[in-house]
């Protein structure tokens, strides 16, 4: 799996967690919602058979004691109004002061209304007549929590999208890397062959006798640079015909004698290939699989580093070659 579907299906299953969570906080807040109301349901319920039994008495002080010591003090609003729907009563309602009787029934029935559409009002009865009726609406916390999925999905979808800006902020810098490294990389590549040729049309401008010899190896550092150009090509895709037999004796001595004819005069540095066993035959073929452009690239790479390591000194380069 590429690095590109790695983060694809990290930002897919991010997408879908935060659906789930959604999903699960709505379904909870909406369950607490649900079972709040329903014990507003059931306690005006009990309100309700508390009055009809207070009417039932001869003396009023019962039907008193329940709206006195009763309704007074539930924390959700409440209107109770008279049979005609007159409103004679209500808890937790703001109404304007110093406005006339007739105004005040007015706003009263908007709110009525508006409560009715949510909840069905409860009725008083006694016998078979109806006394009262009460209607009620949401208590303030339930008046929160409906509020609080689209708080939910809020915070959520901003984790969501701070997540993937971060995701986007760290492939743009993943992929500017590449490209600097790239482009490191290639400068490297190119500086050996490049110099060479430099070197090599020096020679030809002194009119070298042995024009020949310049000749070759002018041709093997353009082959160099198509090959340099082939293998940046190739950066990132599997080899056209899947790995092939290679001799990997062979790569290593043909990159060290690349390297050995293109060090100067003056360097002391040698340049050798041996067997990596101590009783190891030189010259022994030692066969792999793989893709003889991008290996030959890596023995190059470990070279180069290598005579960059020893620059202006003498050293010892020697490549080991063996088989586990």
């Not at 001869?58 to 209107?79: A, K, M, N, T």
């Not at 949401?138 to 509020?147: E, N, Q, T």
Request: glycine share 8%.
């Amino acid at each position: 799996m590429t690095l590109y579907h790695y983060t694809v299906n990290l930002k897919t299953g991010l997408f879908a967690l935060g659906i789930l969570i959604v999903a699960a906080l709505l379904w909870y807040s909406q369950s607490l919602v649900r079972e709040i109301q329903t014990n507003e349901r059931r306690l005006l319920d009990l309100y309700a058979n508390m009055i009809a039994k207070a009417a039932s008495e001869e003396s009023g002080e019962e039907l008193s004691f329940v709206f006195d010591e009763v309704i007074r003090h539930i924390q959700f609003p409440v209107v109770i109004t008279s049979p005609e729907g007159e409103a004679v009563s209500w808890r937790n309602v703001e109404v304007a002061g110093g406005i006339s009787p007739d105004d005040e029934q007015a706003y009263l029935a908007k709110i009525i209304e508006r409560m009715d559409r949510v909840h069905n009002p409860v009725d008083v009865r006694y016998g078979e007549r109806v006394i009262t009726r009460i209607h009620y609406g949401d208590s303030s916390i339930v008046s929160r929590l409906r509020w609080l999925p689209y708080v939910e999905i809020a915070v959520v979808g901003l984790f969501i999208l701070v997540g993937f800006a971060g995701f986007t902020m760290i492939r743009n810098s993943e992929k500017r890397s590449i490209w600097v490294g790239m482009a490191r990389e290639t400068a490297h590549q190119l500086g050996t062959p490049i110099s060479s040729l430099m070197g090599w049309i020096d020679i030809l401008r002194g009119k070298a006798p042995d024009k020949t010899e310049a000749l070759d190896e002018l041709e093997s550092d353009v082959r160099r640079l198509e090959q340099i150009a082939d293998r940046f090509h190739k950066v990132g895709s599997p080899p056209a015909g899947g790995f092939e037999p290679l001799d990997l004796r062979l790569l290593a001595e043909s990159s060290a004698a690349y390297f050995r004819r293109r060090l100067p005069a003056s360097s002391e540095t040698t340049i050798s290939v041996s067997p990596a066993e101590p009783g190891g035959v030189s010259g022994e073929s030692i066969t792999v699989r793989g893709a003889e452009t991008l290996l030959q690239w890596v023995l190059e790479n470990l070279i180069k580093n290598a005579l960059d390591a020893c620059q202006g000194r003498k050293g010892i380069i020697q490549v080991q070659v063996g088989q586990e």
